[in-house]
Structures are given as C-alpha cells and as structure tokens.
C-alpha cells in the first residue's frame, strides 16, 4: 500500500536572528523585500497614473483605502479576541467629530482630523469599555447595534443635521492631498501594526485572543488591554471617517451604515485574518472587483457573493495565508507506507 | 507565633445548591509547604480558585502577608505574589512556547526583577523553559504549543507560574497526565523551589510524590476539612482513611 502526500519544506533563509539581520546575498534580500516594497510602490505610484488609469479608478483607490483601512481595525479588534459587526461605529463617530469640529471652530481639516481621530477614538473607547468583558458572540451583537443606535439617535433628535446630514463642509487643500493622506496613512497603519503585535506587548494581545484566563493568570489587567486596542483600532476607524467627511465634504447618517461594518469584516476574511496584510489585500481585491462588476447593475452583487463564496469554500484561511505558504515554502510529493 | 503568610478564614462557595467548599479556615507559614487531598469533587480545586481570585467566595476572607485579598480580580491577586498552575492547561496555543512566557514576565510584578524589561524577555523565557525541561539544543522552547505533548504543557504551565516570581505557588495537580519519568524529572525543580524559599501548595493525588515534598497535609471532603497536619499523622488517622486514603496501608 503506497500513498502519497504532500510536504511542505520552508525555503532556507535565516531572516533574523535576535534582531540581526543575517542576509547573504542580494538575492535573499529581495526576497523580503519586494513582498513589502511592491505594493508600496504601486500605492505611492498609483496617483501620479491619472493619465493612465483616469480619475474614476482614482476614487475607487480612495473607497479602497478607506475600506483597507476599517479591516485594519476589524483585525486589530480580532486579534484580542474582540470580533466586531460594527466597525461603521469608528467610521461615524470620526465622520461626525470632524464634521461638529469644522462646523464650530472652522479650524484647517489639517487640525481638525488629526484632533477628531484622537477624541473620537477616545469616545469610542469609552463608549466600549463596558462590553470589551464579552466575548464572541456577545460582543458581535452589542458592537452591531451601536451604528444603528447612533443613526437612529441622529434621525430621532434632528441634532447635527438629522436625515440631511451636514452639508458643505470644507474641502481638503489640494487634489494631492486627498489621494495621498489615505495612502500614507494606510502604509503607515498597515505596518504600525503588524510591528505592533510582534513586540511583546503585542504577544500578550496575541495571548488575550487565546486564553484570557490564562493571561490573567500571569498577572495581565486584559479589561484594561483590551480597551487600549479598541482605543487603536478606534483611532484608525476615526481618522478614516474623519478624511471621508472632508473629502466629500459631506456627513450623514450613512456614515453608520451597515456596508461600512460589513464590507470590512468581509474583506479581512477574505485576505485572511490575524495578519494585517490579509486585510488590506482583501479590501484590494473586493472593492475594484465590485467596480468592475458595476456595468451589469444589480447582477453585481450576485456575482460578488458567488466569488465570496468560492473564495471562502477554497481557500477557508484566506488569500494571504495561501500566498505566503507559497511563497515561503516549497512543496513535494513524498511516498508514505510500504512500497510493493 | 510568625504572622502567616495565608491566612484562610470560614472561606464558603456553593454552585447551586452544591456547597463545593463549605467553611474552610487555615493559616500557611512563609516557606511552608501544604498538600491538600480528597476525594474528587471534595472542592480541592474550588478553594484554589477562590484564593486566586478565579471564582468569587460567598463568604468568608483570605489574607496573603496580612492583607485582605478576598474577591480581588485574579490579575492583581498574581500581583501580589501567588502565582498558580490549571489542572486542565491552558496555554496559549497559537504561540511559540516561550512566547507563552512573554505574559507573566510582561506584568506589573515582574517589571522590577530581571526579565522584565524589554529585550530581555525572550532570554528569560528560554532559560526559565530550560529550567523545567524544554531541551534548548532540539529547538523545544520555539515550538509552538498546540504541538507539544501534554507533560511539556504541564510544566509549561509550572514555567509560566515562576516567571511571576511567587512568594506563594499553587500547584493543582501538576502530575496527572505526566508519565512516570516525567514525574521523576519534574520532582527536583518542585524541590529546589522549596529550597528557595518559596511556599507551596500542592494540590495531587499522587501521594508517594506529594509525601516526599509536603510537610503538612489538609484532607477535604465534601468541601468540609476533615484532616490537618503533618502527612504521617494524616496516614493513621481514621476518618481521612475512610474518606480517601482507603483502609490498607498507603
């Protein structure tokens, strides 16, 4: 009886090693770097390609970008255990502060979202610390109602514009601004945080999904961790929503709405979650994929949830993780039991 | 008399209508060494959680060095000095096993000792690993967990409690499920932490072993404590015979 299996071989190079990097040749040192360095270049890059690619594909960037950047926070939250329907929360709360900021003081959006993105994340914060005790299921439910709570406050109350939303806002500077501010500030938040969970304080993190009584057994305050990760997935939550409102210069109740909350938590399990670059390549795949879908009007979200599908039945561990096993590994068929 | 540095009074915990530790009082010296025994289900594990603060007594106080930890979160009570192992491990299974370490040498308590500080964990880890056994030459300390065998998480679960630096460890059944050799290897680090100084509190049901460490015994049963003192004494005695040890001779 001869069977045959599959075995997976890592390439051999010592990357690092205790915080030397031991690279021998230019070869290697491609090898790590052009993972990381390509879609960095294509982002940077994409921008000054108006002429190419036209402006339409350029504000499909900017939804990606916003999208890449609320999977970024629904991975965060993720990796501490914390698994959040509403990551359009972070979006709105940044959307409104921002936009009550420019409507009172009438400050440069320059101040005004930095400043917004701080108190908002803080609200949020706050606003969360009660609930970061559930888990699962429990804290699923409660962080998909909040967004709707605070649509519905607004719709109720008429404050900040009720159903009509806050009009006329002002713009951001310039055209370059506008594309690069959310580049940038997903470059720097992609890999802000995957160097985050790789310290130490990031292996407790990683520990707190795992088993939290166990962390709280080595002497770990998790309620107190917990609401210092919500208050950074906040903060990329908040900026996001703080450049949209600016941006369009325009607030209103969609800023609560339930695609924000969705669209990203789709996006990282496509792309694979837990390792941040899943999430950002999920959003990069799922939102030019529904642009591209657009010519056949509503079929497109047919033909969205059919690739959904296919994707996740296939490749149950994401994109990500599947480029990446590729790529570091090689792959060979081996014999397994007796030969005849 | 030395004040204690456990001091246990009328400790109470019903689940439903069970009462799983039903009035328990005892003081534990500094440096002293108790095993606590009993049939299954005598609450053994219970009082363990009520002192470190995993379930919430219904009445009654613990003291640790004279001041008042009853009810605190279980995060502060590892604080203070007692550090604990599961009976069922639970280590952080996605993570390499001295990352597992990364955890109670990241808290409060440990930031003033060696290790506590950045860019040293990782040694640390590794070395208090070698100290229980994880061979460093075949590479044991970076596998990750969920593919060591069960003993290795064991005395993962022995390691993560030293890397707090206790004055008090609790050892719940830190035995079972490990193989005779592995005992065997386990058994000096158990005595060298005792010669350091530090009190222990063992919680097994194997005696032979538990015998050679202890030099006091409490007997439960039905949440109730039936028996206190040294293991000879607790050997003859009739009731914890009754209840546990069995009539022939141990």
């Known amino acids: 009886m001869v069977s045959y299996r599959r075995e997976r071989i890592d390439r051999g190079i010592k990357a690092r090693c205790n915080g030397i990097f031991a690279l021998s040749s230019y070869r290697e040192m491609l090898y790590l770097l052009l993972p990381r360095a390509i879609p960095v270049v294509f982002l940077l890059i994409f921008p000054l390609l108006e002429g190419v690619v036209g402006l339409y594909w350029e504000k499909v960037l900017v939804i990606t970008c916003i999208i890449a950047f609320l999977s970024l926070s629904w991975d965060l939250l993720a990796s501490v255990g914390l698994v959040s329907l509403g990551q359009g929360l972070f979006f709105g709360i940044g959307a409104y502060f921002v936009a009550f900021l420019d409507n009172s003081l009438g400050w440069s959006p320059l101040f005004t979202i930095p400043l917004a993105s701080l108190t908002g994340a803080f609200f949020c914060a706050v606003l969360l610390s009660p609930i970061v005790r559930l888990r699962g299921i429990y804290f699923a439910m409660i962080s998909l109602a909040l967004p709707l709570l605070f649509a519905r406050i607004i719709e109720a109350t008429g404050i900040l514009g009720g159903t009509e939303g806050l009009t006329g806002l002002s713009s951001l500077p310039n055209a370059w601004i506008e594309l690069y501010m959310p580049i940038i500030g997903l470059i720097v938040c992609l890999f802000g945080f995957r160097r985050l969970i790789n310290t130490d304080y990031g292996v407790v993190l990683q520990g707190i999904r795992d088993s939290d009584r166990t962390v709280m057994a080595g002497g770990i305050n998790i309620y107190w961790y917990k609401i210092q990760v919500v208050f950074i997935s906040a903060l990329a939550g908040t900026f996001i929503g703080a450049f949209s409102t600016h941006y369009y210069q325009f607030v209103g109740m969609s800023a609560f709405a339930i695609d924000l909350s969705i669209l990203p938590l789709t996006a990282a399990i496509l792309g694979g979650a837990g390792t941040f670059a899943g999430a950002t390549l999920g959003a990069f795949i799922l939102i030019p994929m529904s642009e591209i879908f657009r010519a056949f009007g509503t079929l497109r979200v047919v033909f969205n949830c059919i690739i959904l599908l296919v994707f996740i039945v296939a490749l149950p561990e994401g994109i990500f993780h599947y480029i990446q096993r590729k790529y570091h590994q090689f792959e060979r068929v081996v014999t397994v039991g007796m030969k005849k | ?250």
């Open chain 2, 1 to 250: 008399m030395k004040e204690p540095i456990l001091r246990i009074a009328n400790l109470s915990k019903k689940f439903g209508g069970v009462k799983a530790v039903d009035g328990i009082s005892f003081d534990l010296e500094a440096k002293g060494s108790l095993g606590i025994i009993g049939p299954n289900g005598s609450g053994k594990t219970t009082l363990v959680n009520l002192i470190t603060g995993f379930v919430k007594p219904d009445s009654g106080t613990v003291f640790f060095r004279g001041k008042e930890i009853t009810g605190f979160m279980p995060y502060r009570i590892v604080n203070f000095g007692i550090a604990r192992t599961f009976q069922m491990v639970r280590p952080l299974y996605k993570l390499p096993a001295f990352k597992n370490l990364i955890v109670p040498l990241y808290s409060p308590r440990v930031k003033k000792f060696r290790g506590g500080k950045y860019g040293e964990r990782d040694e640390v880890a590794v070395d208090l690993l070698e100290e229980v056994g994880f061979e460093r030459d075949s590479l044991v300390p970076y596998k990750v967990a969920s593919i060591l065998p069960h003993g290795y998480l064991k005395r993962l679960e022995l390691a993560r409690c030293l890397a707090v630096r206790p004055d008090l460890i609790i050892l719940d059944e830190l035995f079972s499920g490990m193989s005779l050799s592995e005992v065997a290897s386990t058994l000096p680090i158990i005595e060298k932490i005792k010669e350091e100084g530090k009190t222990l509190i063992m919680i097994e049901h194997r005696l032979r072993e538990l015998f050679r460490i202890v030099d006091r015994l409490l007997v439960l049963n039905f949440g109730k404590k039936i028996g206190d003192g040294s293991p000879q004494e607790m050997k003859n005695n009739e009731e914890v015979r009754k209840a546990y040890l069995g009539t022939e001779v141990v």
